[in-house]
């Protein structure tokens, strides 16, 4: 890799981190269909990679919630731990896969997730409340599925942990998404040493892109506190909807 691609795939990373920072979940869906449709990597190579990116990204990001909003420690232990060991058996399973099919079966998810959050922009959600609504060892069952899932496609665990913790459990935006984060460290981790044993990962790509966003995620964790809800989950929602698109767009 020359001085002008590592310049090239900082930069990216910069755009990566900085929406990882807004939407809480470390850059990693846009990453996957960027490194797919620009890099031509086919999607356990791109999923891998992007993970190389993603594991510092959420771990900042996640210091960055707890400082601006408090994540209470037995919430994130909860889904840390449940998502874990989930994490490590979805990523067993995602690396025997077709990756053809990993593909339109990630595409499928971001779908259903973007309409999901569109849905709720037209029918007023429950109002957050000071406590969840439901108690705290219910997290576990988020942190199990969420954690097959983020093993399975890379990431996804905190995008589906967002919207149920806002709608089933009634917490805040922004609560969600830390807590989101809580939920993904451990599990990224151990889905991104799947990936590298099996020999997806291109770490000459992702690095830069790491260093990119470590530099930026800072930035989006400071848009999301000062945007308005409402906002905050349109963004969401239209984000969602594009990593469809350009995932889709590679044939």
């Given at each position: 890799?020359?001085l002008l ?7 990216l ?24 449709v620009?890099?031509?990597l ?10 190389v ?13 707890h ?25 067993r399973?995602?690396?025997t ?9 990630f ?7 973007a309409?999901?959050?569109l ?22 069952v ?31 935006q ?25 020999g997806?990962?291109?770490w ?8 990119g ?8 964790v ?18 969602l909807l594009l ?7 590679k044939?």
């Amino acid at each position: 890799m020359d001085l002008l691609d590592f310049a090239l795939n900082l930069l990216l990373g910069l755009a990566l981190g900085t929406l990882g920072g807004l939407f809480g979940i470390g850059g990693g869906l846009i990453a996957i269909p960027a490194l797919g449709v620009l890099f031509d990597l086919d999607q356990q190579l791109a999923q891998g990679t992007a993970l190389v990116m993603v594991v510092p990204n959420v771990l900042l990001a996640l210091w960055r919630y707890h400082q601006r909003n408090r994540i209470e420690p037995r919430h994130a232990l909860t889904l840390a731990l449940s998502s874990l060991l989930f994490a490590l058996l979805g990523a067993r399973w995602a690396v025997t896969l077709d990756a053809e099919r990993m593909r339109l079966g990630f595409v499928i998810f971001l779908l259903l997730l973007a309409l999901y959050n569109l849905s709720r922009l037209f029918f007023r959600p429950p109002a957050a409340l000071a406590e969840m609504r439901y108690p705290w060892p219910w997290l576990s069952v988020l942190g199990s599925g969420a954690g097959l899932l983020g093993g399975l496609f890379g990431v996804g665990g905190a995008v589906l942990a967002t919207p149920v913790l806002t709608g089933l459990f009634g917490t805040t935006q922004v609560m969600a998404q830390g807590l989101s984060l809580a939920l993904a460290a451990p599990s990224t981790g151990v889905t991104l040493a799947t990936y590298a044993l099996h020999g997806h990962v291109d770490w000459l790509l992702g690095l830069p892109l790491a260093l990119g966003g470590l530099l930026s995620i800072s930035w989006g964790v400071r848009f999301a506190h000062a945007l308005p809800e409402p906002l905050l989950r349109a963004l969401f929602s239209a984000f969602l909807l594009l990593c469809a698109l350009l995932l889709g767009l590679k044939a």
